[in-house]
C-alpha cells in the first residue's frame, strides 16, 4: 500500500477522537493535511479549530472550518498531529515541517495528544531523523556549536538558497548524528540554551495515543 493511503486512513481514524462540540487542536503536515479534509465532514459538530499553522490555517479555512485564537482557549479535549519519528514510549522528533514551536504550544493546551503517522515512522529510538531546532538567527552559530560537542552536525535549514524562515520569524537548525536515549532530559537540556526557540524532541509533550498506519491496517498504539 501506498504512503498516502496509509496518511489518509490515518487521518481519518483521527475522526473517532474528535469530540462533538469541542474546538480541536490541529497539527501540520501532510498527514495532518489527510485529517484536515476527514474533519471537513464533520465541521458541523464543532466549534473550530486550533491551529498550528499557517499552512493549516489556510487548509482549515478553505474547508470552512473556523480557526481561533489559542488565546481564547483554555484547554482542548485533543491534539491531532503527525511527527518525524515516534518511539515505544510515546516520544516523537517534530519539526519537519518547520512549524514545531506552534505544535508544542497547541499540544501543551491539550489533555490527549493523538499521533497520526505511517509506520515509516515507528523507531526504536529517536534520532536518525535530522533534529529540527528553531532558533534565534544571532544564536544559529553557539547553538550549533553545542551539539558538536554532543557529537551532532547541525545545519541552518534552506529555502530557495536561503535560510528558510518560520512563521515565527526564526530560522532551523537540522541536527544529524545523535543518538537521543533519554528524550526527557535531552529535551530539557537544549530548550536552556540561549537562543532555542523549541527543540523538536516531544518528550514533555508527548503521545497520548498513535494511530499507525500500516498495510494490515491502522494499529492503536497507547503510551
Ligand atoms: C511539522 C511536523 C509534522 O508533523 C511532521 O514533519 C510529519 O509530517 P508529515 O505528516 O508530512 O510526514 O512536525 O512541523
Redesign the pocket.
Known sequence: MQQDEL?TRVGQAALAYVVPGDIVGV??????NKFIDALATMKDQIPGAVSSSVASTARLQALGIPVLDANGVDRLSVYV????EIDPRGYMI???????TR?KIVAALSERFVCIADESKWVPVLGAFPLPVEVIPMAARQIARRFESLGGTARVRLKDGMPLVTDNGQHILDVTGLHIADPLAFESQVNNWPGVVTVGVFAHQKAHVCLLGTPEGVKTLTF
Do not use: C
Open positions: 496518511k497539527g501540520t503536515g501532510s498527514t495532518v498531529d503527525g511527527a518525524d517534530k519539526g519537519g515541517g518547520a512549524a514545531l505544535e
